[in-house]
C-alpha cells in the first residue's frame, strides 16, 4: 500500500502505508528528529512516578536514582541500536521481527506488543493526563476530562506518521521549558536530598532491582517500536547519528524525569515507604510543590506528556497487530485498528480511574512490561548479530517457519518470571529465597539470548 501524496511529508492527509516497505519516493526526516520523538513523551507524570517508585520501594534518594539510571542506561543503548534498523529496511519494528520468530512464532511478540502498548500503556498513560485535566480544569469532571484525553490521542494518531512526528517535535519545545523550570525548583526544595537513617547497614538490593526494573521496562517498552519511526528516514541515514539521537532521547528525558521524581516524593514522604503508597493523587501531591501558577503548567505539561506518550503507544500497538499478518482487506486499515485499540484502551482507562490505585497499578505494570520486553530484545539482537548483514527487509517479507525465536523467548520469559518474579501477586522461588527483589528482566535477556543462539543452530529455518 503507497500513498498518494504529491508531498509525502505532509502532516495532513491520513497515513495509508502500513507495515509494507516505505517507498524510496516518500523518505524524508532527519536524524535529529528522534531526539524529540523520544523526548517528548517521556516529559510526562507518568516518568515521574517511576522514580518516584524508588522511595515506594525504600531506597533513599542516592540509591534510587542509581537505580533509574542504570535501568534507564541499558534501555536506551538497545533502544539506539534497534532505531537503526528502519531506514535500511523500510519496516516497522515488529515486522523485521519475524527474522528471529519466524512467520507463526512473530504472532507472539506482536500480539504481546498489541495488548502492552496499544491497549495496557495508552491506559496508563491515559489515567495520568486525565487525572492531571481534571485537577487544571475541575468543571469537566472526571469523565469529561477523559473522553478529552483520548480523542484527543487517538485523533492525531488516527492521522498518522508525519503528524505524530510535528506533534512531537513542537510538544517537545514547550514541554522541555516547563520541565526544566521544575527541575530546576525541584532541585533546589529543601529536603530533597534528605536520607533517612535506616536500621540496616546493608545495601536494599530488593528495592534496588525492583526499582530498577521498573525504569528498565518503562524506558525499554519504547524500543519495540523503535523502527516504526525511523522507516521514513532515507536508507543511506547515518546508522551512527540516528542511533545516538533516539538512544540519548530516550535515556536523557527518562532519567531526568524520573530523577525528579526521585528527589520530589522523597521530600514529599520524607523518605518513609508507608507514607508514600498512602498518597492518594500523586499528581496533585506532586503539583503541590509549586505556586498556582507554575502548578497549572505543570499539570498542562502532564497532560500534553502523556497525550504525546499515547499517541506512539496506540500508533505502534496497531502496527504490531497489523505485523501478525492479518488481512483486513482495506486501504485505511492502520487508522481503523487506531480507532479500535482507543476504544479498548479507553474502557481500561476508566476502570482505572474509577479503581483509583495508581500506584500498585503502574509497579505491577512496568515490571509486567520488562518481563516480555527484555527477552524479545535478547532474541532480535543475537539474531541481527548472527545474520552476519544479510538483507533483513528481504527476509522480513518471506519468513520461514522458524521456531527458533518463539521457543527461546517464551522459555526464557516462563523461567524468569517463575523464579525471578517479585510482584504483589507473586514472588518467585529464587527471588525470595535470595531476598534480591525482581531479576527477571536481566534474567530473561541473557537465557533468550543463549537459547536462541542454541536453538538457532538446530532449526534449519533460522539460517533464512
Known amino acids: 500500500m503507497t500513498n498518494t501524496n504529491t508531498n509525502p511529508a505532509s502532516a495532513g492527509a491520513i497515513e495509508t502505508n502500513d507495515v509494507q516497505p516505505i517507498p524510496a519516493a516518500e523518505r524524508h526526516g532527519k536524524p535529529w528528529h528522534l531526539f524529540t520523538v523520544w523526548s517528548s513523551p517521556n516529559l510526562e507524570f507518568a516518568t515521574v512516578f517511576v522514580g518516584a517508585l524508588a522511595i515506594g520501594f525504600g531506597l533513599n534518594v542516592w540509591q534510587g536514582l542509581l537505580a533509574v539510571f542504570v535501568g534507564n542506561a541499558l534501555a536506551g543503548i538497545t533502544h ?3 532505531s537503526t534498523w528502519g531506514p535500511e529496511a523500510g519496516l516497522p519494528q515488529m515486522v523485521l521481527g519475524r527474522n528471529a520468530f519466524g512467520k507463526w512464532g512473530n504472532l507472539i511478540p506482536s500480539g504481546m506488543s498489541t495488548l502492552v502498548a496499544g491497549i495496557g500503556w495508552f491506559a496508563v498513560n491515559t489515567i495520568s493526563g486525565t487525572f492531571a485535566l481534571v485537577a487544571l480544569l475541575p468543571a469537566v469532571g472526571i469523565f469529561g476530562a477523559l473522553a478529552i484525553i483520548i ?28 520541565w526544566i523550570i521544575v527541575v530546576v525548583l525541584v532541585f533546589s526544595t529543601p529536603g530533597v536530598f534528605n536520607v533517612v537513617a535506616s536500621d540496616s547497614a546493608a545495601f536494599p538490593w530488593a ?29 543511506n541515514t547515518s546508522k551512527q ?31 518513609n515507604p508507608g507514607a508514600f503508597w498512602g498518597i492518594a493523587n500523586p499528581t496533585e501531591a506532586f503539583t503541590g510543590l509549586f505556586n498556582s501558577t507554575l502548578a497549572a503548567f505543570v499539570l498542562l505539561a502532564i497532560v500534553i506528556g502523556s497525550v504525546s506518550a499515547n499517541i506512539l503507544n496506540i500508533y505502534s500497538g496497531a502496527m504490531s497487530f497489523l505485523a501478525m499478518g492479518f488481512n483486513l482487506g482495506f486501504k485505511t486499515r492502520r487508522a481503523i485498528m487506531v480507532a479500535l485499540a482507543g476504544l479498548v484502551g479507553g474502557a481500561i482507562s476508566y476502570l482505572g480511574v474509577v479503581n483509583g490505585d495508581v500506584a500498585h497499578q503502574l509497579d505491577a ?31 522480513a517479507l518471506a519468513p520461514k517457519n522458524s521456531w527458533a525465536g518463539a521457543a527461546a523467548f517464551v522459555i526464557a520469559t516462563a523461567v524468569s518470571i517463575w523464579g525471578f518474579a517479585a510482584q504483589v501477586l507473586y514472588t518467585g522461588p529464587l527471588a525470595s529465597a535470595w ?30
Open 80 to 82: 539506539g541500536i534497534l
Open 151 to 178: 480523542l484527543l490521542q487517538v485523533g492525531v494518531a488516527f492521522v498518522g506518521h508525519n503528524l505524530i512526528q510535528k506533534w512531537e517535535r513542537y510538544a517537545s519545545y514547550f514541554l522541555a521549558a516547563v
Open 207 to 235: 528495592g534496588f532491582t525492583l526499582t530498577a526494573g521498573a525504569a528498565y521496562g518503562y524506558t525499554a517498552g519504547w524500543t519495540a517500536f523503535a523502527s516504526d519511526y525511523t522507516r521514513y528516514l532515507p536508507a
Open 241 to 271: 547519528a540516528l542511533g545516538w539521537f533516539a538512544g540519548m532521547g530516550n535515556f536523557l528525558s527518562t532519567t531526568l524525569i524520573m530523577a525528579v521524581g526521585v528527589l520530589a516524593f522523597n521530600a514529599l514522604s520524607g523518605g
Open 365 to 395: 505494570f512496568l515490571l509486567v512490561v520488562s518481563y516480555w520486553v527484555s527477552p524479545w530484545i535478547a532474541v532480535v539482537l543475537t539474531e541481527r548479530i548472527l545474520s552476519k548483514g544479510k538483507d533483513a527487509g528481504a527476509r
Open 435 to 464: 531476598g534480591v527483589g525482581d531479576l527477571t528482566a536481566l534474567v530473561g535477556f541473557v537465557l533468550a539470548a543463549a537459547l536462541f543462539a542454541l536453538f538457532s543452530q538446530i532449526d534449519p529455518d533460522s539460517k533464512n
